[in-house]
Each structure stands twice: as structure tokens, then as C-alpha cells.
């Protein structure tokens, strides 16, 4: 085949006019920082997810770290985290505290696998952190009943799950907290970004003055006429917050969002279809009817045992063909600063491990065209036709 001359990327943000327009109607404003933009996308996110509060941050990460403080968790206590996750999923454990208990994944949906939780709740699990992995709800039903059972708090990553819907209901209106991100390869972007999600009034109010260095009252509500100098420092807070640009941009890319799903969907169609009678390739799970998956990836997974080259291999080759791609995620364990601190060994994760060596995540964008996406699928039964063993 043919190779392109243009290289196609894993992942891309779509950003437009509309998008810097807000942007300097806020320059224009002489009101950049957290202000009444954020407050406007924090409406829009709550009116989005149906959920009590939204509190905007400069990134999930930062989100994730504000839900474990608002814990106020204790030396001794834990917390589950899925092995299969990003850095800071993990980081916000390590920040507090407590002390983080890494489980495994399940197979299919490449989600915490409850099983896995079941085994690990002790007397002294606080929290459990959810990921809903390429935006494929995690089986919240069964993790909130057990999380009611043990008085444990449930946080969802979702930073890949804006959009997702699970039993009817919204992500970010299922658990305790649940973070998501605004980074340029989610699901809609300002930048850097990041919003909380919850219905349980305390927690908003910590979260949101832990996000602005603990203080009783915003710098944007004492600086009009009405507003008063004073304010007090009640709790330790971070400088996390969004600002007014970061939000501007977010209002326009939310009205973007169903949009954007519905052409990820379509893009994801087109792989499967291409896909699914390749027995050397494993098609990422499709939701049910009482589902909505907002795919922020696409996991493909190679059968290793039925091809002559490697995962790693095979990525070369795709690069060779001008296709991008990633592997989400090495596994937690892997990385050495956690298994120095922590000790864990690949052999306490088998999924985990299968995951590891055969997934590929393969371009996914709203922006890609129909026959980038065909050409993805082509490069990949074509190098998937040349390396099989049967
Ligand atoms: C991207 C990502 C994050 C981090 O998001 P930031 O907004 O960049 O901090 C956290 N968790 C998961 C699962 C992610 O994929």
C-alpha cells in the first residue's frame, strides 16, 4: 500500500475561532484569572453532569489530589488504586498520608476489576479511585455497593470520561468525587484544566478552598465594589484553580462535546468493522444499551502468541507507515520511583501484565477525516497480514 506523506498523531485537540474569541473577550475584560468564566463553565459542567457542585482546577491531577485532602486521611489508612492508570491517579495517595494499595484490572474493560477490590478492602480502606479506562464505565453498581457496605468514599478518575453514561446516569454523578481532565488529548480541552464533581456539599466547600490557598472567599467575589478586603486562611490550600481563560476556552469546547463523541463513535466504527474479523487483533468492548461511551482512546490489542513481531515492534512499523500511536498504560509498577516505594512485582498483576504487552492505542480524534481513519485500519491489517504466523 500506499504510504501518506502526512503523519497522523494519537490524539489532537480542535480548536477554532469561537474558541480564541472567548479567550480575548476575557483579555479584553481585564479578568483572567479564576473568575466569573469559571464560575459560568463550572454551571455549564454541573448542568452537563447533573451533579450538586463542580469545582474548576488547573488538572485533574490536581483535582485528584484536592479529593484525597478533603479525606483528611490518617497514617495507617488506605486506599485501592487500579495499577493501570496514569501517574497522577497514584501521586494524589502518595501526597496524603495514607497508603495507596494497587490492584488489578479486568480484562475486557481494562477497568478496576471489583473482584480485585473485594480482595483488598481491609478495616482501614478510606477511598477507593475508580478510572473508567478509554471512557468505558468502570461497574459502579457493584463499587458503590461495596464502598456503602465498608463506609468507604469512592473517587472517579474520569479523564476520559467526560460524556460517559452509565445506567442512565451521567459519570460525575455516580461516586463521591469524580476528577476529570481538560488536557489536549481528552475528550474536550482548555489547554491544561481539570474540574471536581460532587454531590456532598462539605466536600465542595474543602475542595474549594483548598484549591485557592484555603481561603474563605475568592479574590474575584472581594474585588468588586461590594466585596470586602478581608478573608481568612481556615485550612492549608494549594494553588489550583482554573482561570479565565482556561475556563473561556472550556465553555466553547463543552458545547462541542456531543459533537465530539459522536465522531469519536464513528471513528471507532470504522476500526472495529476493519478490525473484528482479524483473529490476531482484540477490539476494544462496546457499551451496552444502558450505556454511553465517550472513547477518549482506542485500545487495540495484538494476540502476541499468533504474530512474528512484538508489540513494540509493531508500533515501529506503524510509524514507518506514518501512524502515530501510544501505549496507555505501563502499569504503575513498572515505573521506578513506585517500585522503589512501593515493592510491588509484575507477578501480582497478571491482567495487568497480558494489557501491558499486547495494547496499542491507535489515532482517535474528532478532527481526523474518514480516510485517515480507513488508512489507520489499512496500515494495520496490512502489517498484521505480513507478520502473522498461520
Ligand atoms: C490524563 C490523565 C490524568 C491527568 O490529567 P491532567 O489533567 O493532565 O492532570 C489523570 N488520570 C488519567 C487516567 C489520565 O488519563
Not at 11 to 24: D, K, Q, S
Amino acid at each position: 500500500m500506499k504510504i501518506r506523506k502526512k503523519f497522523i498523531p494519537v490524539a489532537a485537540p480542535w480548536l477554532t475561532r469561537a474558541e480564541l474569541n472567548e479567550v480575548w473577550d476575557s483579555m479584553q475584560s481585564g479578568w483572567v484569572t479564576l473568575g466569573p468564566k469559571t464560575h459560568r463553565f463550572e454551571e455549564a459542567i454541573k448542568d452537563y453532569t447533573k451533579a450538586k457542585f463542580a469545582i474548576g482546577t488547573n488538572s485533574c491531577a490536581a483535582s485528584l489530589h484536592l479529593a484525597i485532602e478533603a479525606l483528611d486521611l490518617a497514617e495507617g489508612d488506605e486506599v485501592i488504586v487500579p495499577a493501570f492508570t496514569f501517574a497522577a491517579t497514584l501521586n494524589a495517595v502518595l501526597y496524603s498520608k495514607a497508603t495507596p494499595i494497587l490492584v488489578d484490572v479486568d480484562e475486557a474493560t481494562m477497568n478496576i476489576s471489583v473482584e480485585a477490590i473485594t480482595k483488598a478492602i481491609t478495616r482501614k480502606t478510606k477511598a477507593i479511585m475508580v478510572v473508567h479506562y478509554a471512557g468505558y464505565p468502570a461497574d459502579m453498581d457493584e463499587i458503590v455497593a461495596l464502598a456503602k457496605k465498608h463506609k468507604i468514599v469512592v473517587i472517579e478518575d474520569a479523564a476520559h470520561a467526560l460524556g460517559t453514561k452509565y445506567h442512565g446516569k451521567m459519570v460525575g454523578n455516580i461516586g463521591d468525587i469524580t476528577c476529570y481532565s481538560f488536557h489536549p488529548i481528552k475528550n474536550i480541552t482548555t489547554g491544561d484544566g481539570g474540574m471536581i464533581t460532587t454531590n456532598d456539599e462539605a466536600l465542595a466547600e474543602i475542595m474549594t478552598r483548598k484549591r485557592l490557598a484555603g481561603m474563605s472567599k475568592e479574590a474575584w467575589k472581594r474585588a468588586t465594589k461590594a466585596g470586602s478586603w478581608y478573608y481568612e486562611i481556615t485550612t492549608l490550600g494549594y494553588k489550583y484553580n482554573m482561570n479565565d481563560i482556561q475556563a473561556g476556552i472550556g465553555i466553547v469546547q463543552l458545547k462541542k462535546l456531543e459533537d465530539f463523541i459522536a465522531r469519536r463513535e464513528t471513528i471507532a466504527q470504522v476500526y472495529n468493522k476493519a478490525f473484528s474479523n482479524v483473529k490476531e487483533l482484540v477490539i476494544p468492548v462496546s457499551g451496552d444499551k444502558t450505556m454511553r461511551v465517550a472513547r477518549n482512546l482506542y485500545a487495540l490489542r495484538v494476540v502476541p502468541e499468533m504474530l512474528h513481531k512484538n508489540r513494540d515492534e509493531i508500533i515501529e512499523l506503524m510509524r514507518e507507515y506514518n501512524v502515530g500511536s501510544n501505549v496507555y498504560f505501563i502499569p504503575l509498577y513498572h515505573h521506578p520511583y513506585y517500585h522503589k516505594r512501593l515493592g510491588y512485582s509484575p507477578k501480582d498483576f497478571p491482567v495487568c501484565e497480558k494489557l501491558y504487552e499486547s495494547v496499542i492505542n491507535i489515532p482517535l480524534f474528532p478532527k481526523m477525516s474518514d480516510q485517515d481513519a480507513t488508512y489507520v485500519a489499512k496500515t494495520i491489517t496490512t502489517i498484521v497480514q505480513s507478520i502473522r504466523k498461520h
